[in-house]
């Protein structure tokens, strides 16, 4: 099968022919129909964070089950399903405790030491980025990466609810849990924080404010559903946003950039007993510095992993979502790509200009 392999961190994705083993007890192999290209694939790609090399990437995705493994129970040949990078053993405290988002024993659901490689080339194994890797014709992953969805979300849309959008509205339900009627304030609208402002209008938020430096995306946030905008290049966000809410600030800011200087501005954004919710990657190493005497007044700063998901529960009900209307994934689609475009893609993303480019096989 043709996959995109990162060999080395720092250079573009090659398209190579690698061999994909059958499934083991507990596995599941799916056709990829489209992978979407996320910003966490360029921070690793890039050396943001550590990758194990050579990989093929890509963790967004969704596709139609073609075997699965002994043992196998979620799903079936022929069924639809969704792919999340929050793989889940199960069995870890954190899973028992219905937090699986932050399992701590992922190896559980990858193959043990001494058994073939899921994917390899010319004998030599290669990882699955986030025990997944997308950016190919087929996966191979454990039962716990993957949820069956109904046949009638387009495959390239559902693509999206496997990490973007999920990370974006399950910061908004479940690790902020906005109320109706509360202010809220998403710094960055790429495909993350689009989600969020979606998932502030669904919670009944009753301002929402977005901020972007590209007019485009602002325009965009508008239409998914933020009453006001703001332009970082022509005004201080915190003083906007102050200004729009009578210096009282919001009651929830979320970051989807992945730096310091949108952490420490949308912690200055809260009103009193606000929360600012981290969901961007910053780059290992980074520190935040915020003032001391701002938590006197019960403002709290937290991160969100995954939107704090769990998948099995969440993604069916934010497919129900898209089919009712609410959730608008259509125009989250900025590009299609075939695979062979898919640095090209990525240079797309570096601009900063899309909402979700899409790999569609």
């Known amino acids: 099968m043709k996959a995109a392999v990162l060999r080395a961190v720092g250079m573009p994705l090659t398209i190579e022919d690698v061999q994909i083993d059958e499934p083991r007890p507990l596995e599941v192999l799916i056709d990829v129909a489209a992978a979407g290209l996320c910003h966490s694939d360029l921070v690793f790609m890039t050396g943001g964070y550590p990758a194990e090399v050579p990989a093929v990437f890509g963790h967004e995705s969704a596709g139609i089950v073609a075997a699965t493994g002994a043992e196998v129970t979620h799903v079936s040949p022929g069924d639809h399903v969704i792919t999340c990078l929050s793989v889940f053993c199960g069995k870890c405290e954190f899973c028992l405790s219905g937090r699986s988002n932050i399992c701590i024993d992922r190896r559980a659901t990858a193959r043990a030491p001494g058994e073939p490689p899921r994917l390899s080339k010319l004998g030599r194994p290669l ?67 689009l989600s969020a402002v979606q998932g502030a209008r669904i919670a009944g938020a009753g301002r929402v404010i977005a901020i972007d430096r590209l007019g485009a995306k602002l325009d965009l946030a508008a239409e998914l559903g933020a009453t006001d905008v703001v332009d970082a290049t022509t005004a201080d966000p915190v003083e906007k946003v102050m200004s729009l809410t009578a210096g009282r600030g919001v009651d929830h800011a979320f970051e989807a950039v992945g730096l310091t200087a949108t952490a420490e501005q949308a912690f200055a954004l809260l009103a009193r007993g606000g929360t600012a919710t981290l969901i961007g990657l910053a780059p290992v190493g980074d520190r935040i510095s915020l003032p001391a005497h701002a938590f006197m007044y019960e403002r709290k700063m937290q991160g969100s992993v995954m939107g704090s998901n769990r998948f099995r529960i969440d993604v069916p009900r934010y497919v129900g979502m898209y089919l009712d209307g609410r959730l608008r994934l259509d125009e989250m689609v900025t590009e299609r790509y075939a695979l062979d475009d898919i640095n090209r893609g990525f240079q797309r993303m570096r601009t900063g200009e899309p909402a979700r480019n899409v790999v569609v096989f």
Do not use: W, Y
Not at 153 to 173: K, N
């Open 127 to 193: 990882h699955q980025f986030l025990e997944l890797g997308s950016f190919a014709q087929r996966m191979l992953v454990h039962e716990n990466a993957v949820v069956q969805v109904t046949k009638e979300i387009p495959l390239d849309r559902a693509a999206l609810l496997g990490c973007g959008v999920a990370t974006g509205l399950g910061a908004v339900f479940n690790t902020a849990a906005v109320r109706p009627g509360q202010s809220v304030a998403v710094i960055g609208c790429g495909g993350v924080g």
